[in-house]
């Protein structure tokens, strides 16, 4: 069985010029277009990548201002504090301060930890201890142990883990003051509300049962740094998953065990026995598949298609025809030297190339043997030649009078 667009020919099929030549002009109209969308898509990225660049830049400037002007707002508060004593003015009350915050709390970017958008860098520097972004080693349920701010010192699980800026959420037993603007604070509400702390994963160690190499007596200890190991890739689920050890010790350190997610059920969910009943059986008497299904899914009229039906390629082909028979139809219109010349053209071509005949292969080896006589006479044939015309001119000159010269 023959192919769309080719022919039977000797056992084998055979492409029609016109349909190969009209099919290439479509890939390459098809190839050209995803080089375009390709490179818009590059240039657009390029140019996000640079705006965000720009406005991160400009974020964190301000943020560090921000920080900086209530760090000297806070050293001001404290000399008055310290110089007036009993009279000190009373800041533990439900007014802003120079800083837009109010007492003993500080602001919700600052407390979340709301940094502007990170880059790639600041995110690995981050959780370079723990294997990195690609392949955290931490999870909920780990027990960690801060190392700056004031819950220095303290243990507490992580509850949450954050990946946009590399932060853990601890426990409730870590909260911190963190004041309610105006704009988004109910009338029911207080000014200032507690909210669990919220760490960079930098500022955390892990901390982790092992036994004592002398006493062999458990205890907990912090590891300083963590590493993945036996990374697994699971084709069909497309889910990877990893161990995590600590290097230098060969020892693995399990994961935290979670309780299974529950899921409610509601009355419109679809039961498990209605999933599982089978209501369609392939065959193929008939395609799997409406046509016009396809033509929604893949774009019947897009400029990236590549496959196309037997009536499409028909009719391209048949413009194509129609094309060269246009190419041909220039011949009838032809001027009378354009006539002539192609006639003069095909005499040409009919009578081939020319041959040499016995007479003049006699006469160009006499020239040759006697040019190889006079040579072998120590003369030259070709600078007797030349010398001969040079004499025969210079006769003549001599013998035709000059301008200069009265004529007789």
Not at 382 to 406: F, G, H, I, R, W
Request: proline share 9%; hydrophobic share 35%; charged share 30%.
């Amino acid at each position: 069985m023959a192919f769309p667009g080719y022919v039977e020919h000797i056992g084998r099929p055979t492409p029609l010029y016109g349909v190969t030549c009209a099919m290439d002009k479509i890939m390459r109209r098809v190839r050209m277009a995803e080089r375009k969308v390709a490179r818009r898509t590059k240039k657009l990225e390029t140019q996000a990548s640079k705006f965000e660049r720009v406005q991160h830049r400009g974020q964190m400037v301000q943020s560090q201002q921000r920080a900086g002007r209530q760090l000297g707002i806070a050293i001001k508060h404290r000399h008055e504090d310290w110089e007036l004593g009993p009279i000190a003015p009373r800041r533990d009350v439900s007014r802003i301060d120079e800083s837009g915050n109010y007492w003993g709390s500080i602001h919700p970017e600052q407390a979340q930890l709301d940094l502007p958008s990170m880059t790639d860098e600041q995110r690995e520097a981050r959780c370079a201890w723990a294997g990195g972004s690609k392949y955290l080693c931490l999870a909920v349920g780990d027990r960690v142990v801060v190392l700056d701010g004031p819950y220095k010192g303290k243990i507490s699980p992580i509850t949450q883990i954050h990946k946009e800026n590399m932060t853990v959420t601890l426990g409730e037993d870590m909260l911190y003051n963190q004041s309610i603007p105006d704009s988004f604070r109910p009338k029911d509400m207080d000014y200032v509300e507690p909210a669990p702390a919220r760490m960079p994963i930098s500022s955390v160690r892990l901390v982790h049962p092992l036994p004592d190499p002398k006493t062999d007596v458990i205890r907990d200890v912090i590891v300083r740094e963590l590493r993945p190991a036996g990374i697994l890739h699971d084709r069909p689920t497309r889910r990877v998953t990893w161990g995590r050890i600590i290097p230098g010790e060969n020892v693995k350190v399990p994961w935290p065990k979670s309780p299974p997610k529950r899921h409610p059920e509601y009355e419109i969910d679809t039961k498990r026995a209605d999933v599982e009943e089978r209501t369609f059986v392939p065959t193929l008497l008939r395609p799997p598949m409406p046509q016009t299904i396809l033509d929604e899914l893949r774009g019947r009229y897009s400029k990236f298609r590549t496959r196309h039906e037997p009536e499409y390629i028909a009719k391209i082909a048949a413009q194509e025809a129609e094309k060269q028979a246009r190419k041909k139809s220039v011949d009838s219109m032809l001027l009378p030297v354009q006539e002539l010349n192609r006639k003069l053209r095909q005499e040409r071509r009919a009578r081939g190339q020319p041959e040499l005949t016995q007479e003049m292969l006699v006469k160009i080896g006499e020239v040759i043997a006697k040019n190889k006589a006079l040579r072998a006479a120590g003369q030259n044939p070709m600078v007797d030649s030349v010398q001969k015309a040079v004499e025969q001119l210079s006769v003549e000159d001599k013998a035709t009078p000059s301008e200069d010269q009265p004529k007789a």
